[in-house]
T-cell receptor, first 110, second 114 residues
Framework: TQLLEQSPQFLSIQEGENLTVYCNSS?????LQWYRQEPGEGPVLLVT?????EVKKLKRLTFQFGDARKDSSLHITAAQPGDTGLYLC??????????FGTGTRLTIIP | DAGITQSPRHKVTETGTPVTLRCHQT?????MYWYRQDPGHGLRLIHY???????DKGEVSDGYSVSRSKTEDFLLTLESATSSQTSVYFC???FGLGSTDTQYFGPGTRLTVL
């Protein structure tokens, strides 16, 4: 079973600050997805990245796929309370089923 | 929102009793999945289905069985529940199995085994 490590595990920052969370593996991904999960709900897909070095933006969220296809980052600019939630990365390793990371629990303090 | 419902949403049961969780979809997606979510472990795949009566094991399948007699329903059964199966269970669906296919998740079932 492939492992996806996310860091930090917990992050609590003030509204308006910037932050970056990371997703890393020792193996190459064929694709990488980021999900956000709010309390009492299932995860919801934010973005899929498939090309090494790819950068995608979703409003104040910037997603980057590492050149070596072993890591990804999510950067949030000017965090807002609505960004609070559990952020999960998930990867396909070759033809294997989707593997989820352990998550980063983000809290934005108003 | 994808049309996925799970029932029950909450359940408390005792060790040794059988438990069945139901996932129902209205999207006619071919693939359905059962995951469990535990602190420090993220989401782990229990079983998945690639069609009616076609199922396969995931990473943590021991102690669980599944059935899919109709496209829209995927059942997860704990034959004899144990305290280690206390968890939040999520059903998901996807149109395909490709690396860019999106998985849509249900709202989850919180199961407590005493």
């Amino acid at each position: 079973t492939q492992l996806l490590e996310q860091s930090p595990q917990f992050l609590s920052i003030q509204e308006g600050e910037n932050l970056t969370v990371y997703c890393n593996s020792s193996s190459v991904f064929s694709s990488l997805q980021w999900y956000r999960q709010e309390p009492g709900e299932g995860p919801v897909l934010l973005v899929t990245v498939v090309t090494g070095g790819e950068v995608k933006k979703l409003k104040r969220l910037t997603f980057q796929f590492g050149d070596a296809r072993k890591d990804s980052s999510l950067h949030i600019t000017a965090a807002q309370p609505g960004d609070t939630g559990l952020y999960l990365c998930a990867a396909h390793f070759g033809n294997e089923k989707l593997t989820f990371g352990t998550g980063t629990r983000l809290t934005i303090i108003p | 929102d994808a049309g996925i419902t799970q029932s029950p949403r909450h359940k408390v049961t005792e060790t040794g009793t059988p438990v069945t969780l139901r996932c129902h979809q209205t999207e006619n997606h071919r693939y359905m999945y059962w995951y469990r979510q535990d602190p420090g472990h993220g989401l782990r795949l229990i079983h998945y289905s690639y069609g009616v009566k076609d199922t396969d094991k995931g990473e943590v399948s021991d102690g669980y069985s599944v059935s899919r007699s109709k496209t829209e329903d995927f059942l997860l059964t704990l034959e004899s529940a144990t305290s280690s199966q206390t968890s939040v269970y999520f059903c998901a669906i996807s149109f395909g199995l490709g690396s860019t296919d999106t998985q849509y998740f249900g709202p989850g079932t919180r199961l407590t085994v005493l």
